[in-house]
């Protein structure tokens, strides 16, 4: 079964830490994975594509990383700040499907 | 402005009744979704169409139907054979192949009375 899972489920940090937000997948053999941002009550927004082709990818003070072989990507968060605040969901399109299949998030507070 | 415009932002629904939640996209895009997201979990893919009056059941479809006669326009239907239906749905397309992003709309709040 092709599944996602995110660690840790929360986290609470300092403002101006950087911060590592991980996910994990059951099959290797995956199209692309994205990074989303979700605030309360609201939509998503795409933060971060990676095609199975790359490694990583930057926005700002945001890189994502994908290391297909291990299952794994890492969202990094550099000099967080209270208005990081938000959940933050990865979802994987695998190879052998048409659907995105996503993580049940990582609900992300900076405290200033 | 480009997007996906979802609506209401808010319903209510009485037990037994079917209720309608509108999206619509002027992306150009071929392929749209709808997900339900319930507190604590992912995004559950209800039902997908990647081109125009063509549909397929996603991993939760029972209680649910769609429509696709339009491009810009891919309404759910929550019928009464949904038992649970309260949830925050969500409506989101992207370009043929899925190669892309995949873009979201603000979201409907659906509760039963």
């Known amino acids: 079964k092709q599944e996602v899972t995110q660690i840790p489920a929360a986290l609470s940090v300092p403002e101006g830490e950087n911060l590592v937000l991980n996910c994990s997948f059951t099959d290797s053999a995956i199209y692309n994975l994205q990074w989303f941002r979700q605030d309360p009550g609201k939509g998503l927004t795409s933060l971060l594509l990676?095609?199975?082709?790359?490694r990583e990818q930057t926005s700002g003070r945001l890189n994502a990383s994908l290391d297909k072989s291990s299952g794994r990507s890492t969202l990094y968060i550099a000099a967080s700040q209270p208005g990081d605040s938000a959940t933050y969901l990865c979802?994987?399109?695998?190879?052998?499907?048409?659907?995105?299949?996503f993580g049940a998030g990582t609900i992300l507070r900076v405290k200033s | 402005d480009g997007g996906i415009t979802q609506s209401p932002k808010y319903l209510f629904r009485k037990e037994g009744q079917n209720v309608t939640l509108s999206c619509e996209q002027n992306?150009?895009?071929?392929?749209m979704y709808w997900y339900r997201q319930d507190p604590g979990q992912g995004l559950r893919l209800i039902y997908y169409?990647?081109?125009?009056?063509?549909?397929q059941k996603g991993d939760i479809a029972e209680g649910y139907s769609v429509s696709r006669e339009k491009k810009e326009s891919f309404p759910l239907t929550v019928t009464s054979a949904q038992k649970n239906p309260t949830a925050f749905y969500l409506c989101?397309?992207?370009?043929?192949?899925?190669?892309?992003?995949?873009?979201f709309g603000p979201g409907t709040r659906l509760t039963v009375l």
């Open positions: 990676i095609q199975s082709s790359q």
């Open positions: 169409s990647q081109i125009v009056n063509d549909f």
């Open positions: 992306l150009n895009h071929d392929a």
């Open positions: 979802a994987v399109r695998f190879e052998y499907g048409n659907k995105l299949v």
């Open positions: 989101a397309s992207t370009s043929s192949g899925g190669a892309d992003t995949q873009y």
